[in-house]
C-alpha cells in the first residue's frame, strides 16, 4: 500500500478546519493510500491530542504524528515572541532526524487543503515559512509534493514572490475555487495550479456519526416543520480578529429581517460550529422575536448528519456551506467581502445562491423554496465531477 504523509493536520475549534482533514482522509483511503498525518500542533498542545483522539476515533487506521512548532494564537504576547523565536532557529538551523524519517518512509507529501495561499503581513510570511518548512526537505528527498485544494486572498508583491518560490517545487497545486484559481495564474507564473474544490466535498458517510446525532439530537428534531439553520460569523479573514460592532450589527439586523420572514414556516436552529462564534450568536438571537434553537457541536461529522434534516441552510462560513452542501441540502450563503475569493467562489463553482448585502437575504431563500430540487440536483453533480477529477488528476502524476 502507498504512503501518504500529509502536513498538517488542523485542530478541532473550528469544525471547517476539521472538516477538510476529514475529506482528504475520504479521497487518499479511496486512492490506495495508508494516511499519516503530522499535526499542526506540537506534542505537548491540548490541541494535538484532542484532534488526534478525534480523528482516530472515526479512522482508527489514520497515524497522527507530532507537529514541527508550537504555536497558538490564544497565547500571551510573550509566549508567541518565545515560539517565533524557536520557530526562526528551527528554519534557520533545520536538525529534524525524526521528520527525515516520515518523509522518507512516505510515498507522496501532501500539504492539506485551506485558505493558506495569502502573504500580506509579517504574521502571514512567518506562517508560510512554517508551513512550508518541511517540502524543503521532501523536494531534497526527491519526493512527489501535491498541494491539496488551497484559496487565496490579498497578497503583498513579496507574498506572492514567497508563494512562487515554495510551490514552484510542488508537482501539482490544487486550487478550490475558481476567483482564486484566475488570480493565481495571473499573480504567479510556472506554478502547475489545477482547479478543483475543497477537500471537504470529499467526506463519505460514517454510520457512527449517524448513530451519535441520533443519540444526541433526535429528541429535538421532532417536529412537523420544515426546518432551516443557520450559522452566523462575526470575525476577520482567518478568524485573526472580532468585526467592529457596526458591522455586527449590520449582520444581526439582516439575520433579524429573514428570521422574521420565515418563522411562521419553518423551526429555526443556530448553530455554532466555531467556538469563536458562540458569544455573537447568543447576541443575536436574543434579539429576534422567535422561539429559536441553539446547537452547539463541534464535531463535523455530526454538524453534517445536522444539516441533513434540514430544508436548507443559511450559512455565514463556508465549511458550514460544504458540510450542507454534502449532505445534500442546499446552501444560502451570506458574506462579507473581507472574508475573500473562497466564499463566493466555491458558492458559484456548485451553483448555490449567495449575497454580501443581507437585505437580499429573504429574496433568495424564497428562490430556494421554489427551486429546492434543482438545487439539490446541482449539488449531486458537482460533487461527482469533482471527486472524479481530482482522482484522475493524482493516479495521472
Known amino acids: 500500500m502507498k504512503k501518504a504523509v500529509v502536513f498538517y493536520l488542523w485542530g478541532k475549534r473550528n469544525a471547517g478546519d476539521m472538516a477538510i482533514c476529514l475529506g482528504t482522509v475520504s479521497i487518499l483511503q479511496e486512492l490506495g493510500y495508508k494516511v499519516t498525518f503530522v499535526s499542526r500542533f506540537a506534542k505537548g498542545q491540548e490541541d494535538y491530542q484532542e484532534s488526534k483522539e478525534y480523528i482516530q476515533y472515526y479512522h482508527n ?20 515572541l518565545i515560539s517565533y523565536m524557536n520557530g526562526i532557529i528551527k528554519l534557520i538551523s533545520p536538525n529534524d532526524k525524526q521528520l527525515k524519517k516520515i518523509i522518507s518512509d512516505a510515498d507522496v507529501i501532501f500539504l492539506n487543503g485551506g485558505n493558506q495561499l495569502r502573504g500580506n503581513s509579517f504574521t502571514d510570511y512567518a506562517r508560510l515559512a512554517a508551513l512550508f518548512y518541511p517540502f524543503k526537505l521532501a523536494s531534497k528527498l526527491n519526493k512527489p509534493t501535491i498541494c491539496l485544494p488551497q484559496s487565496t486572498a490579498e497578497s503583498s508583491k513579496f507574498g506572492l514572490s514567497m508563494l512562487k518560490n515554495r ?100 423551526k429555526l436552529y443556530f448553530v455554532v460550529q466555531t467556538k469563536k462564534d458562540k458569544e455573537y450568536t447568543q447576541f443575536v438571537m436574543n434579539h429576534v422575536d422567535v422561539n429559536a434553537v441553539m446547537i452547539e457541536e463541534y464535531d463535523p461529522y455530526v454538524i453534517r448528519e445536522f444539516y441533513r434534516n434540514m430544508h436548507f441552510v443559511v450559512a455565514m462560513r463556508l465549511h458550514a456551506s460544504i458540510l450542507s452542501l454534502t449532505a445534500g441540502t442546499p446552501v444560502l450563503g ?12 466555491i458558492m458559484n ?25 434543482e438545487y439539490v440536483e446541482k449539488i449531486k453533480s458537482f460533487i461527482d465531477v469533482e471527486k472524479r477529477k481530482i482522482s484522475k488528476a493524482f493516479i495521472e502524476n
Not at 487506521?61 to 508567541?80: A, H, I, M, T, W
Not at 451570506?334 to 467562489?345: A, H, V
Open 61 to 80: 487506521n489514520v497515524e497522527v504524528k507530532p507537529g514541527l512548532f508550537s504555536f497558538d494564537r490564544e497565547n500571551s504576547k510573550e509566549q508567541k
Open 167 to 266: 510551490l514552484g517545487s510542488f508537482n501539482q497545486v490544487f486550487i478550490r475555487e475558481s476567483s482564486s484559481f484566475t488570480l493565481l495564474n495571473e499573480k504567479i507564473k510556472g506554478v502547475p495550479f489545477i482547479k478543483s474544490t475543497d477537500a471537504c466535498f470529499f467526506i463519505k458517510d460514517v454510520q457512527k456519526a449517524s448513530d451519535k446525532f441520533k443519540r444526541k439530537y433526535s429528541s429535538i428534531m421532532k417536529t412537523n416543520n420544515k426546518c432551516i439553520a443557520i450559522v452566523l460569523r462575526s470575525t476577520t479573514i482567518g478568524d485573526l480578529g472580532d468585526f467592529k460592532d457596526n458591522k455586527k450589527q449590520l449582520f444581526a439586523d439582516s439575520i433579524r429581517n429573514f428570521v422574521k420572514e420565515f418563522k411562521d414556516d419553518y
Open 334 to 345: 451570506y458574506f462579507d467581502k473581507e472574508w475573500g475569493l473562497k466564499n463566493p467562489g
Open 349 to 373: 463553482d456548485v451553483g448555490m445562491p449567495w449575497t454580501a448585502n443581507g437585505n437580499e437575504l429573504v429574496q433568495k431563500g424564497r428562490e430556494i423554496e421554489l427551486r429546492r430540487e
